[in-house]
């Protein structure tokens, strides 16, 4: 009796065109069974010998309509390609959220090297409550970007004695979000099918907060 003891599926999986990408020729892995090159690959191993082999997914089948293998190890079988197929998908669609988020990064990055970031703090009454509030703006050529102060918080070496580090780093990273949703929208990036704008969105927002977290360079990026 076989066993079914590993699967893997040798292709990529192309998020754009919603399918696998086909293997060059050699690229393959030998079959076990009838020497032929195949993509999907099953291991499987000998109940009585404990001999192990690499079987292609046509083979698997054929052993299978040969009653090779007990009820569960088809099962097996079934579950095993279909998590490949999904693991694929979501690792191919992670791999193009990230690289569209790191171009992206790049672009918000320049801005930011290359001109000041207007702040602005601002005591006013809240529109919804009318209780008093303070806010720090940050504003970036057409963008711009609100958050909330606590007054009772100091820090010396924050870039002014208004607001705090941390206000200033959620500041630059709301603005960054905003500047990433304008690249995604009007920037003529193509978005690979499957990829969700707001996990690019927010990949951009944290790599730019991470850029700006040293002391040193916050305090060089905003304006005096």
Known sequence: MLRITGFRDLRDWDPDLRAY????????????????????VYEVTDTESGQARAVGSTCVKRLIAAGEF?????????RSARKAWRDAKAAALEQATQTLAREITVDVLGLFVRH???NQVI???NKYTGNAERVLKL????????????VSQREPEAPSSAFTTERALCGIQTLARHMAASALQHGGRPVP????????????????RQ????PRALSEVLAA
């Not at 504003?139 to 606590?150: D, K, M, R, T």
């Not at 099918?193 to 951009?204: I, L, S, T």
Request: hydrophobic share 45%; charged share 25%.
């Open 70 to 78: 007990g009820a569960d190890d088809v099962a097996l079988a079934q």
């Open 21 to 40: 990408v086909p293997l060059e020729p050699g690229a393959g892995n030998l079959c076990g069974r009838c020497g032929r090159e195949h993509a999907r």
């Open 123 to 125: 005591d006013r009454k």
């Open 193 to 208: 099918k499957g990829v969700r704008a707001y996990d690019v969105v927010e990949a951009v927002s944290w790599a730019v």
């Open 116 to 118: 000041s970031v207007q």
């Open 211 to 214: 850029a700006f977290e040293p």
């Open 139 to 150: 504003s970036l050529g057409a963008f711009s970007a609100e958050v909330w102060v606590n």
